[in-house]
Each structure stands twice: as C-alpha cells, then as structure tokens.
C-alpha cells in the first residue's frame, strides 16, 4: 500500500498504533507514518511525532 493511503486511513479512523511484523515492512516511510501514530514491531517502538496535527 502506498504510505499515504496508509497514513490517511490511520489519521480517519482515529488508530493509535500501526502493527507490523519488522521494521522491514515499514521501510522509508516509517517517518512519514508517525505523523499519522505509533509504529510497533517486536521489539521496537516508535512513538508518534509529537505536535503534528492536520487541524494546524
């Protein structure tokens, strides 16, 4: 999927975490989707971007 549709469907429905198997699956984009929330993959936590929002 592309990274925007993914961080566009986590910001509409409100999603506090996006899950993932490795940090592999998230590729370049991780720092793109932790504007949107949480990254989680075993072993590795990636807090949200704090103060970002949309509505700015």
Do not use: D, E, N
Not at 14 to 31: D, E, N, R, W
């Amino acid at each position: 999927m592309p990274t925007t549709l993914i961080a566009h469907t986590a910001h509409a429905v409100g999603a506090v975490v996006i899950l993932a198997p490795s940090m592999a699956h998230f590729g370049s984009a991780s720092k793109a989707l932790t504007l949107a929330c949480t990254l989680i993959a075993p072993r590795t936590v990636v807090p949200r971007t704090p103060g970002w929002s949309p509505y700015r």
